[in-house]
């Protein structure tokens, strides 16, 4: 049976790849999305199990000690992380895998599974990215110019990714998506 394939999606906050996600989810199917732990709290409408698994910070370090996790890093001051076997047993299953995750998570995925498809999702430009950010009023004034310095950062690790999608229309952004991740079936 065919092993599924490992498609990384990063790329600043405020890009518009949670939407991406969700599209390319309802759109490929046999994609599944892995759910990350995650130790911040859950915002208003998160579920846990859904969105992410919320865990205590003793939890998470407790997973990191005992290697369970294919990758992790820390975040806007909270830890993240892929736990490998979710992974494993999808991939194994021969369905595909989204993993939604930072630049710091995706090139230690990189590194340990060569095989895996890393997309980085580009906003037009920084502006942009700003007034999308403002404009979803979701951040304080100081977390907002956090996750701009963040995204600078985060922009410059943009070229160790196999593709670079830009975001600039969200249709033609997911139908790309889309085929790129089809493109991998054939
Ligand atoms: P948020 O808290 O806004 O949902 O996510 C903040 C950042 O953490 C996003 O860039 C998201 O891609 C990243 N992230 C979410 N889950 C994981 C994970 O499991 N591992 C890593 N390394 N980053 C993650």
Not at 99 to 108: F, N, P, S, T
Not at 119 to 136: G, K, T
């Amino acid at each position: 049976m065919r092993r599924g394939k490992l498609f990384i999606l990063s790329g600043p906050s405020g890009v518009g790849k949670g939407t991406l996600r969700e599209r390319a989810l309802k759109d490929v199917e046999g994609l599944i999305y892995s759910i990350s732990c995650t130790t911040r709290s859950p915002r208003p409408g998160e579920r846990d199990g859904i969105e992410y698994r919320f865990v205590s910070e003793a939890d998470f370090k407790r997973r990191v000690q005992e290697g369970l996790f294919l990758e992790h890093a820390r975040v806007h001051d909270a830890y993240y992380g892929t736990l490998r076997a979710d992974v494993e047993r999808e991939l194994d299953a021969g369905n595909d895998v989204l993993l939604e995750i930072d630049v710091q998570g995706a090139k230690q995925v990189r590194s340990r599974l060569p095989d895996a498809i890393s997309i980085f999702v580009a906003p037009p430009s920084l502006e942009e990215l700003e007034r999308r950010l403002r404009n979803r009023q979701t951040e304080s004034d100081d977390e907002l110019r956090h996750r701009l310095a963040n995204a600078a950062l985060e922009m410059e690790q943009k070229g160790a990714y196999d593709r670079i999608l830009v975001n600039d229309d969200l249709d033609d952004a997911s139908a790309e998506l889309r085929r790129l991740i089809l493109s991998y079936r054939e």
